[in-house]
């Protein structure tokens, strides 16, 4: 797993060797790239355009070696994946997945979860009550754009 900053270097040139290498570490299995939109996120960085070239180019000379695959949330994917013609037609709508968010249940048993790994446990009335307060006291957007990573920074914060 790596993201835009194991991709890209910090001067001019030096991208597309590095992103070169981190598809070759890849070669015989999986480069998953999360966040994958934070590479270019809007098409105008150099520095991005020359990763994603590089990607295009790594992904046609050695399709046979490894398996590229970008996550992210759907609209800024899509806009990430319309920044480059090559990219775009490597990813379209048979090579995509969409999941959906948590629900409120979901989410409350990865906060117990999260609570668990930590050697905390909640008293049971609380631990029932636990969806509603979850529902309750988060909004639906920021349950959306956070899902999981959510639950754990309010276990993280708790403690």
Partial sequence: EVSAKDLIAGHCGQTAPKTSAVCAKAHGGVLFIDEAYSINPTG???FGRECVDTLVKEMED???EFVLVMAGYPESM???LETNEGL???FNNRFTFAFD????DELAAIYISELHKRHYRLSQG???RLPKIVDDCTAP?????QNG???RTLVENCI
Avoid: Q
Avoid at 101 to 104: A, K
Avoid at 141 to 145: D, F, G, M, P, V
């Fill in 62 to 64: 050695h399709r046979d």
């Fill in 44 to 46: 105008d960085s150099t």
């Fill in 126 to 128: 609380l631990e029932d």
């Fill in 149 to 151: 990573r959510l639950m």
């Fill in 101 to 104: 968010d948590y629900t409120i």
């Fill in 88 to 90: 775009r037609s490597r």
């Fill in 78 to 80: 899509k806009v990430f």
């Fill in 141 to 145: 957007e920021l349950r959306a754009s």
